[in-house]
């Protein structure tokens, strides 16, 4: 197999075009939007609202469905006009609409209905998003391009909760800081506005037809991904572990920005490593990664351990986010890459909507232990997979 060995990825960052960084700072504001929601939203649904945490899971569930199930049809429809730009800028503003329903909610199918305005939107835009990424980069680049976009993503991820403690720790009320958090949603918008330029392709005659891409390294990438998903449960648990081992709000939004640091910092080296060592090994000791992490939250008994099992799920999926995005984009043609990532999306979202309803009802039938001994698992058989996979991929990708 062929391998791109650049000198430095910093360096290498300037070949990279414009427009991967333009889309960064869209998704920089966005998800300082979601951010200061996301690690509040579980206390506010089960406190506030008074809902139990099978509720929440259901929310989850649902919301994280929505978001899965919708974009695939809409990486179809991107690649059937040849259009993308409409997609991303309709997405984005969905999102921010929808965290302004969280904020007037008083009763749980209101926030419900937020998330599922919110979920819709990132359905909508991902696929095209994504596309508009690979389709500017070099196939010897995509892992550096995404690792730089996941990262530009987690920073805002990261400036979010701490936004978010700052207004708990000023008593500003849960609704106000949603509110709030629909500003720089807004300002993800007007960036697509102002600075994304349209890529058009050519319309696909193949569009709104299921089919399985043929590459064999696409078609590993998905089995292994979707066993990995069915135990790959919503982040509100780790979030819920950390308050059920008796950390106050402050602490546990912390460990949320210590993980997002995390994911951040090492995007963009493991971008960048994939690209020389090929993205499936990468993304197999990611699961492997997680596989140990949820065997640590199963039976975690301290804040220090909590703090440690964070930061290494951090690495987890800074490992395997931007790499499984940049493999599809090296795999796929143009024209077909929106429905194979909105494909890709889907199936693992749906099985990740499975994972969090079954979740729920391990953490309130047999306790908090058994969500993460079952996502261990899952982890486990994936990597294992992966593994089988590995020499028939890199065969595939060297022919």
Known sequence: ?????????????????????????????????????????????????????????????????????????????????????????GGYSLAAFGKLIIALSFAWPLALAGRFVDRFGKGMRTASRDDLIAATTKPEQQGLAFGLHRTMDTMGAVAGPLVALLLVQLHVPLRWIFAIAVIPGFLSVLVILWLVKEHRAEPSRHAFRLSLPASPAFRWLLAGSLLFAVGNSSDMFILLRAKNLGMGTAAVILLYVLYNVVYSAGSLPLGGLSDRVGQFPVVLTGYALFAAVYLGFAAAGSGWTLAALFAVYGLYIAATEGTSKALIGRVIPAGERASALGLYYTATGLASFAASAVGGVLWSAVGPWATFAYGAAAAAVAAALMLVGRGKVRRSLAG
Do not use: N
Request: no cysteine.
């Open 1 to 89: 197999m062929e391998r791109f060995r650049p000198l430095h990825p910093i360096a290498s960052l300037r070949t990279l075009d414009p427009q991967v960084r333009r889309l960064g700072l869209v998704s920089f504001f966005a998800d300082l939007s979601s951010e200061i929601v996301y690690p509040l939203f579980p206390i506010f649904v089960t406190t506030v609202l008074g809902v139990p945490v099978a509720v929440l899971g259901l929310i989850e569930g649902i919301a994280e469905a929505t978001a899965s199930i919708t974009k695939y049809p809409f990486g179809q429809a991107a690649d059937y006009t040849g259009r993308h730009r409409p997609f991303v800028l």
